[in-house]
C-alpha cells in the first residue's frame, strides 16, 4: 500500500492522472453489498449514471429542498425541552438520515411525516453498521473480518435489510402515476446516453450509493460542529447574530452567512470525518518520483492533508477566521479536499453545506449547548472519525 502525502500527489492521483485508477479496495469490499452505484463503479458506466443523477444537486434543484430541509430541522430541534440532555451525534444522525430521505426520495409521500422519520431511523441504524462492516473488510485481512465476533452476520443482515427498504422505494415510485419530481423519477427519466432510463437495480443500487455517501458524512461533521460551539461560547454568539441579522426566508449559504459558513469549513478542515479513502493503480504509473506497480493500492488522507503545518499554521488551533486570511483558491489544489477533486469529486457538496447551514440555524437560533462536565468526548475510527458519543445540555437563549 502506498500513502498520497503531499498535496502535489493527491492532484496527479485524482485529477492529473485519474484515467489510470480504479476506486481500490475499500469499494470492492463494499460492491457486492451496496451494488454498483455512483460510489463503486467505474469508467463509461460511472460517467452516465453521474451526468444522470447530477440534475438533483444542481443549485436550483437544491433551492427547491430547501423548504423541506428547514421542516425536517425545526421538527426536531422544536422538540428539545429546556435543560434536556441530547446525545447529539444520534439526534444528528437521524435528522440527517430524514432529510435526506425527505429531501432527495419522496417529494409527496402520502404517509406523512411520520412514517417518514421512522423510515429514516431504519435506514439509519443499518446503514452505521453496514460502513462498519465494510471498514471491518478492508482493514482486516477476509478470514479474520468474516468472524461472527467481530458482527459480521449483522453486517450481512443489515445489508439485506437495506437493500430491501430500497428496493420497495424503487417499486413504489415506479408504480407512482403521478411523476413526483424527486430523485427516483428523475433516474427513471430517459437521457441522451440512456433513453430508457434506469432499471429498478441500477435505480436501486444509486439509492444505495447516495445514502451510503450522504448521510453518515453530514451527521458526523456536524456532531463536530456542536462539539466545538459547545467549547466556545464566542463562536456560537457570532453565528447567532448571524442568524438574527438575516431574515427567516434567506437561503442560508456562503454568501447570506459567511461567517457561518468559514466555521464549517473550519470544522471540515480539523474534524474532516474521512480518513481513509482509496484508489488502485489500473496500469504502471509514477507519482512523486515514485513507480507505482499496477495493482497497487493507495490511501489518501483528507483528515492528515488538514493538518499540514505548511498550508495550516498552527494546524490543530481552531480558528474559523484562518479563511479570512488564506481562502481555499490560494491554496494548492490538493491540500484542502473536503469533498475531494476530479471526476469523483463528492457529488452532494453543495447539497450538504446547504443542508448543514440550514441545521445550524435552526439550533443555534434556538438553544445554546453545554457539554456535560463528566463526560470526555474521543474521536474514534471507523470508517469516519467521529465523536464517541456527545450528550450536551440544552438551554434556551434568555429573552431580552
Ligand atoms: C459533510 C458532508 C460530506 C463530505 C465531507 C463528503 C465527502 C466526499 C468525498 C471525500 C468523496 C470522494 C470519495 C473518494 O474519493 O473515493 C465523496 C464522494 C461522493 N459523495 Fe460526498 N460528502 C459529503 C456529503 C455528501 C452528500 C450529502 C451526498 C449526497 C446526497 C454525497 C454524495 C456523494 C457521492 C454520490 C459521491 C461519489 C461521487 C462519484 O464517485 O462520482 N456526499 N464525498
Redesign the pocket.
Known amino acids: 500500500m502506498f500513502v498520497l502525502n503531499s498535496p502535489e500527489a493527491v492532484h496527479d492521483v485524482l485529477v492529473t492522472q485519474s484515467r489510470k485508477f480504479s476506486?481500490g479496495l475499500l469499494f470492492d469490499i463494499a460492491r457486492p453489498f451496496i451494488g454498483n452505484g455512483?460510489?463503486t463503479s467505474e469508467r463509461e458506466f460511472?460517467r452516465r449514471q453521474?451526468r444522470a443523477l447530477q440534475p438533483a444537486f444542481h443549485r436550483d434543484s437544491i433551492a427547491g429542498y430547501v423548504g423541506t430541509m428547514i421542516d425536517v430541522a425545526e421538527e426536531q430541534v422544536s422538540t428539545w425541552r429546556p435543560g434536556e440532555v441530547i446525545v447529539m451525534d444520534q439526534a444528528m444522525r437521524r435528522l440527517m438520515t430524514v432529510m435526506?430521505v425527505a429531501t432527495?426520495f419522496s417529494t409527496e409521500r402520502p404517509d406523512g411525516a411520520e412514517a417518514m422519520a421512522e423510515l429514516g431511523d431504519r435506514v439509519a441504524e443499518h446503514l452505521t453498521t453496514v460502513m462498519r462492516g465494510v471498514f471491518v473488510g478492508t482493514v482486516l485481512p477476509a478470514p479474520i473480518a468474516s468472524l461472527p465476533a467481530l458482527g459480521h452476520r449483522r453486517y450481512l443482515s443489515a445489508a439485506a435489510a437495506l437493500r430491501d427498504l430500497a428496493d420497495t422505494a424503487v417499486r413504489q415510485a415506479r408504480q407512482d402515476p403521478t411523476g413526483r419530481g424527486d430523485l427516483l423519477s428523475i433516474m427513471f427519466t430517459g437521457t441522451a446516453g440512456n433513453p430508457q432510463g434506469m432499471s429498478d437495480v441500477e435505480a436501486r443500487d444509486e439509492l444505495l450509493?447516495?445514502l451510503m455517501?450522504?448521510a453518515e458524512?453530514?451527521s458526523t461533521?456536524l456532531s463536530w460542529a456542536l462539539y466545538e460551539l459547545g467549547r466556545r461560547p464566542e463562536i456560537t454568539d457570532r453565528i447567532k447574530a448571524e442568524c438574527r441579522s438575516r431574515p427567516v426566508e434567506v437561503i442560508p449559504s456562503a454568501t447570506t452567512f459567511p461567517f457561518t459558513d468559514r466555521f464549517l469549513r473550519e470544522v471540515?478542515r480539523l474534524h474532516q470525518?474521512?480518513w481513509l479513502?482509496m484508489r488502485r493503480a489500473l496500469e504502471p504509473v509514477r507519482v512523486s518520483g515514485i513507480e507505482l506497480p499496477p495493482g497497487a493500492e493507495i490511501i489518501y488522507s483528507?483528515a492528515t492533508m488538514h493538518r499540514d503545518p505548511a498550508y495550516f499554521p498552527d494546524p490543530l488551533r481552531f480558528d474559523p477566521d484562518r479563511w479570512l486570511d488564506r481562502s481555499q483558491k490560494e491554496l494548492p489544489p490538493g491540500a484542502y479536499?473536503?469533498?475531494?477533486v476530479g471526476n469523483?469529486?463528492?457529488?452532494?457538496?453543495f447539497?450538504?453545506m446547504t443542508?448543514?447551514l440550514v441545521v445550524l440555524r435552526s439550533i443555534v437560533s434556538r438553544w445554546r449547548l453545554h457539554p456535560l462536565e463528566k463526560h470526555r468526548v474521543r474521536p474514534v475510527v471507523q470508517a469516519q472519525i467521529r465523536p464517541n458519543s456527545l450528550p450536551m445540555l440544552v438551554s434556551p437563549w434568555p429573552t431580552r
Not at 479536499?337 to 475531494?340: K, R, S, V
Not at 469523483?344 to 457538496?349: A, E, L, T
Open positions: 476506486k455512483i460510489i460511472h453521474r435526506l432527495l450509493s447516495l455517501a450522504g458524512t453530514t461533521t471540515l470525518p474521512n479513502l483528507a479536499i473536503p469533498f475531494a469523483r469529486k463528492c457529488i452532494g457538496d447539497f450538504s443542508e448543514m
